[in-house]
């Protein structure tokens, strides 16, 4: 459905983007994350037509974004990141205009726009000005006139932000109803919403990808390199005469460990996963009884931040 391929934007002496590459297939759910400032929104933004890449390729439903801009405008639903709503307008009066625009009929834009209303849960504010809902429900509105016409493509620019719990709640609802029937592709720096909503995520940090999969996908990524935390049992001065500081010796010298360190009767390491039965027998080798080795599982934040510091070797 998504075709990009080595995209670049450049703003003056500013690179905005640079050699971004990934492709999106029909009916998928796949997330940009990254902080502010990053590229997110210059991306969808390309891919919106909105906006001209300096170099680079990309492709919606065939069609490529400079040379046929108008048809790639047909297959997509976009909303950015401050929905485009008229506030004396009432929201079903709103999206059969929108569907007017996009080039439905007034029969056809009165049946989209009640559509739309009924897939985003809107009925029951239908004739409410869009300036009285709540911020819960102009995201509702945004994302109704994003699908108003029945796009191929849906583009959600910060889709939850300033969204209360409950309100993210209900939208990450929405957004996974959409796969039924569109691809969709969003943006957020919320990870943990990401990886709830989307099968795939892309991490753009400074302008270029520096990952892309599953959240399994990453976080084994991640894992190729792991803290593993060594907990010792019994005597210290092991059977054989071996002290602690030997047996930290011994586990040094294991190719690909790194970053030993001892507090007490637990050992911290960074080491590849293939490496912990060669630890544990090490350390039971050495006469130091072994009570447990664990891996340090990395929370969801942690593994964000590692992928878009390029702290992982892989990145």
Known sequence: MVQVQGLRKVYGDKTAIDDVT???????????LGLNGAGKSTVLKVLGAMLLPT????RVGGFSIEDEPDEVRKLIGYLPDQAPLYDEMPVKSYLEYVAGLKGLDAKTARLAAESAMARTNLENVAWSPLGSLSHGFRQR???????VHSPKLVILDEPINGLDPVQIVEMRDLINSLREKHTVIL???ILSEITRTCDRILIIDRGRVTAQGSERELRERIHSR???IVELAGELAGNDGHSIAELVKRIEGIAGVTNVSVRGRLISLQTPDENRPVIARTVVESGIG?????RQD???ESLFMKLVSGANDHA
């Open 226 to 228: 792991q803290t593993v």
């Open 187 to 189: 943006s957020s720096h």
């Open 141 to 147: 509105a945004g994302i109704a006139q994003a699908i």
């Open 22 to 32: 990934f492709e999106i297939g029909q009916g998928e759910i796949v997330g940009i």
């Open 55 to 58: 170099s680079g390729e990309a």
């Open 290 to 294: 072994l009570a447990a080795l664990t």
């Open 298 to 300: 990395d929370g969801l």
